[in-house]
């Protein structure tokens, strides 16, 4: 193993960590949609008979597959490595930070500060080229055959996502969940700006 494939591993696994942990801690508790196979699965569960986590994991396993075939093997290993971890940490997370209440009441609050953690966790593994899998998958596909900035192809994605969702659970979840999704927009491609500019100063 190199030292490239070194620091992507570790750039995936820290992503992967961050992202959970603001899942579990910041979103899940507040009810909130930030896009994503998620907010898809959540949306699908009243017109299909099945759990939001079978079509969760169903959605998922079809993406990677497209990410096969259009954005190649390497790629396509690394973001499938990004989801499992992301999906494990969850997991794992969620038995760990076992919260009476939320950590932030406040909805906007922590739609804010967990946009900004995924803003982070999904800057770093974009950069090497991972993800965490979901529509983040869609938003690299995009990105391959056009100009658009990988915030901006993630806005195309899940805005619709949220406005079909917020729409289910109410105004409140709405509100939030979109100001949480501009802020992860924007501050996904202000991340890897600043990994790029922080990267030619080292040299």
Do not use: Q
Request: aromatic share 12%; with cysteine; charged share 10%.
């Amino acid at each position: 193993m190199t030292k490239k494939h070194i620091l992507e591993f570790l750039c995936i696994l820290l992503g992967s960590i961050l992202y959970a942990v603001s899942t579990v801690l910041f979103i899940f508790p507040k009810g909130l949609l930030l896009g994503g196979t998620s907010g898809i699965s959540v949306i699908l569960e009243s017109f299909l008979p099945f759990s939001p986590g079978t079509i969760l994991v169903v959605i998922n396993f079809l993406l990677i597959f497209l990410a096969f075939i259009i954005l190649g093997k390497s790629m396509a290993v690394k973001t499938l490595l990004g989801s499992v971890f992301t999906t494990v940490f969850v997991g794992v997370f969620e038995k760990l930070f076992t919260l009476p209440s939320p950590l932030i009441p406040n909805a906007y609050l922590s739609a804010i500060v967990g946009a900004l953690i995924i803003a982070v966790a999904s800057g770093v593994m974009f950069y090497v080229d991972s993800s965490s899998g979901g529509t983040d998958i869609i938003a690299l596909i995009v990105r391959k055959f056009s100009r658009m900035n990988i915030g901006k192809a993630l806005l195309v994605t899940d805005v619709l996502i949220v406005l079909i969702g917020g729409g289910l659970s109410g105004w409140g979840i709405f509100f939030s969940s979109l100001l949480g999704l501009l802020v992860k927009t924007f501050g996904i491609d202000f991340v890897i700006a600043g990994i790029k500019k922080w990267k030619e100063r080292g040299r």
